[in-house]
T-cell receptor, first 112, second 114 residues
Framework: GDSVTQMEGPVTLSEEAFLTINCTYT??????LFWYVQYPGEGLQLLLK?????DKGSNKGFEATYRKETTSFHLEKGSVQVSDSAVYFC???????????FGAGTRLTVKP | EAQVTQNPRYLITVTGKKLTVTCSQN?????MSWYRQDPGLGLRQIYY???????DKGDVPEGYKVSRKEKRNFPLILESPSPNQTSLYFC?????????????FGSGTRLTVV
């Protein structure tokens, strides 16, 4: 079945460092891909999405590009802030639109 | 404000005592789903509902029940909770067409079964 694999954490960076969180997927067809962010004590919030190959999703300085050839959707940000500290989840929606498959999550801590 | 509301936020209960976690959305979404979040496992789907009176099992349905009598509500029922159901639970909703555009999540319910 469809699945998502993302890099294990935790990831600790200094403020203004460059961030990459890797995400690869396995799916039949061409699912939509998502990054969600979970701040402490809160539910998940949609960060960005891409619905077809070569699409780039972007929001709040974060970017991810839907790469069909490498089945990847890596999250990047050029300069992280302390306020970016959170858990990040990569996800895909299946073809039938019934389900969202999530990766295990990557905890990011940004130190001042 | 468009939102998904779960109650309670925190719950400690004893093994075998039936409980219900409520979920309500005010966006007229057709699609609703329950997930549990466990360390290292991400979110796993328990049950989902495509519309009123239409529900189906997700990946980990054992020990749970749901109902969808009204469009806005999708309660999660644990008839006889066990310690392995200690987890963080999330309800989510989406338009049927909008599932490609992401879910709206509730704030979560942290359940402890002792």
């Amino acid at each position: 079945g469809d699945s998502v694999t993302q890099m294990e954490g935790p990831v600790t960076l200094s403020e203004e460092a460059f961030l990459t969180i890797n995400c690869t997927y396995t799916a039949t067809g061409y699912p939509s891909l998502f990054w969600y962010v979970q701040y402490p004590g809160e539910g998940l919030q949609l960060l960005l999405k891409a619905t077809k190959a070569d699409d780039k999703g972007s929001n709040k300085g974060f970017e991810a590009t839907y790469r069909k050839e490498t089945t990847s959707f890596h999250l990047e940000k050029g300069s992280v802030q302390v306020s970016d500290s959170a858990v990040y989840f990569c996800a895909l929606s299946d073809l039938m639109g019934r389900d969202m498959r999530f990766g295990a999550g990557t905890r990011l801590t940004v130190k001042p | 404000e468009a939102q998904v509301t779960q109650n309670p936020r925190y719950l400690i209960t004893v093994t075998g005592k039936k409980l219900t976690v409520t979920c309500s959305q005010n966006m007229n979404h057709e699609y609703m789903s329950w997930y549990r979040q466990d360390p290292g496992l991400g979110l796993r789907q328990i049950y989902y509902s495509m519309n009123v009176e239409v529900t189906d099992k997700g990946d980990v349905p054992e020990g749970y029940k749901v109902s969808r009598k009204e469009k806005r509500n999708f309660p999660l029922i644990l008839e006889s909770p066990s310690p392995n159901q200690t987890s963080l639970y999330f309800c989510a909703s989406s338009t049927r067409q909008g599932i490609d555009y992401g879910y709206t999540f509730g704030s979560g319910t942290r359940l402890t079964v002792v």
